[in-house]
């Protein structure tokens, strides 16, 4: 299981690359990108904080929590820092488990938990030259 934050930009393929496992019948990932709207305002950047050695802990809890809910192999996840434009990838979670379901159900959760557990700091940028911190948490859903 791997977590880690990144100032550099995400690369997909990079990130499933060699991200595998011979049990594995499913591999399932989450792409978050920044969205070029959010709430009727034009959104140009987004700057990313975040506590890092809170958040490999929490994601570590968040993992196990996975891990023994559903029937997952593999999980792993990156999150970037710093400014990001519209259509950056900003975070990506991989999971692999034998089959397809887990692996869809363990995603939902897995991005839901990280969203509403880690310590992330999300300040959107406007067309508008204003800026305003946004709280992630509460775009979430929570898989029961």
Sequence with gaps: MTFFLSPAPLESL?????FSAPGAGAFTCFEGRVRDNHEGKSVVALDYEAYGSLCRAEMEKIFKEAQSRFAVIDIKAAHRTGKLKAGELAVWVGILAAHRDE????????????KKRLPIWKKEYYADNTSQWSYCAAESTHVH
Aim: proline share 0%; net charge neutral.
């Design 14 to 18: 990079k990130l499933s690359e060699k």
């Design 103 to 114: 692996a869809f159900i363990a995603c939902r959760y897995i991005i839901d938990e990280l």
